[in-house]
């Protein structure tokens, strides 16, 4: 049974959405520098903090963790009207938590309506037993907030 969930849990990560199949190994933390580069060359200035504990989260969790940051780097250089963006990727006790803020004035002071890819991103972090928050900041700016177990086993 447990194994049975944990393949649920793996297709629902990597589905891609659009039907579409690939032989390509899914990225994973050592793929975010090339990442963020894609960023910068958008024109954004972008800091990276990564705690070394975070690549002893298990394979599912480091994916899901490229994927937030993948997903909040495309709303920076699609909505964000920001000029420095803050990704942090550091290890809390059994979790691995993911931020990723901008400072930004985005389009509206309000949240968006949950479009694809904040509720792909929700859907991924849920499936391994975490949470996802995204919201506009007190002072401007966003901020994307994950917290995923570093072992699917811990999730309980």
């Given at each position: 049974?447990?194994?049975?969930?944990?393949?649920?849990?793996l297709?629902?990560?990597?589905?891609?959405?659009?039907g579409?199949?690939?032989?390509?190994?899914?990225?994973g933390?050592a793929?975010?520098?090339?990442?963020v580069e894609?960023?910068?060359a958008?024109?954004?200035?972008?800091?990276v903090?990564?705690?070394?504990?975070v690549t002893?989260?298990?394979d599912?969790?480091?994916?899901?963790?490229?994927?937030?940051?993948?997903?909040?780097?495309t709303n920076?250089?699609?909505?964000?009207?920001?000029?420095?963006?803050c990704?942090?990727?550091?290890?809390?006790g059994?979790?691995?938590v993911?931020?990723v803020?901008?400072?930004?004035?985005?389009l509206?002071?309000?949240?968006?309506a949950?479009g694809?890819?904040?509720?792909?991103?929700?859907?991924?972090?849920e499936?391994?037993?975490?949470?996802?928050e995204?919201?506009?900041?007190p002072?401007?700016?966003?901020?994307?907030?994950?917290?995923?177990?570093?072992?699917?086993?811990?999730?309980?």
């Amino acid at each position: 049974r447990e194994a049975t969930d944990e393949i649920r849990a793996l297709v629902a990560v990597l589905r891609s959405g659009d039907g579409r199949t690939t032989t390509a190994p899914a990225p994973g933390l050592a793929d975010l520098d090339e990442l963020v580069e894609g960023t910068r060359a958008a024109g954004f200035d972008v800091e990276v903090r990564v705690d070394d504990d975070v690549t002893r989260s298990s394979d599912i969790a480091q994916l899901t963790a490229f994927r937030v940051v993948q997903e909040s780097l495309t709303n920076v250089v699609r909505h964000s009207h920001a000029e420095h963006v803050c990704v942090e990727l550091r290890a809390a006790g059994p979790d691995l938590v993911v931020e990723v803020s901008d400072d930004g004035a985005g389009l509206h002071r309000t949240p968006p309506a949950v479009g694809h890819g904040l509720r792909g991103m929700l859907e991924r972090v849920e499936t391994l037993g975490g949470r996802l928050e995204a919201g506009p900041e007190p002072l401007g700016g966003w901020t994307v907030r994950a917290v995923v177990p570093r072992d699917r086993r811990s999730a309980g």
